[in-house]
Nanobody, 119 residues
Framework: QVQLVESGGGLVQPGGSLRLSCAPS??????????MGWYRQAPGKQRDLVAR???????NYTDSVKGRFTISRDNAKNTVYLQMNSLKPEDTAVYYC???????????WGQGTQVTVSS
């Protein structure tokens, strides 16, 4: 069974920072599963893109996080990170990691990690 393990969420005050991380894990075939990006879902809203790597390793960001969030990847650890600075209450959501198998083209999702920005 393959799963994406996310960490780094929590409660932070406005203006604060958090770093999320995500890596595939499990007893199944994790070879070729490549973490690609982060999405988020606020209560009552749809899941939307936050930041991602394209197949050409170009980074895309949603407009509301440009200049504040940075996505990065450690290929040796097969881990993707999301550094979130200058957090705002509107960033509050469950953040989901997304990965793609370059072998089967199957898409994988993490279980989600809660980020709450509040004073």
């Amino acid at each position: 069974q393959v799963q994406l393990v996310e960490s780094g969420g929590g409660l932070v005050q406005p203006g604060g920072s958090l770093r999320l991380s995500c890596a595939p894990s499990g007893t199944g075939m994790i070879f070729g599963i490549k973490p690609m990006g982060w999405y988020r879902q606020a209560p009552g809203k749809q899941r939307d893109l936050v930041a991602r790597f394209t197949s050409s390793d170009i980074t895309n960001y949603t407009d509301s996080v440009k200049g504040r969030f940075t996505i990065s990847r450690d290929n040796a650890k097969n881990t993707v990170y999301l550094q979130m600075n200058s957090l705002k209450p509107e960033d509050t959501a469950v953040y989901y990691c997304n990965a793609l198998s370059v072998v089967t083209m199957r898409e994988y999702w993490g279980q989600g990690t809660q980020v709450t920005v509040s004073s």
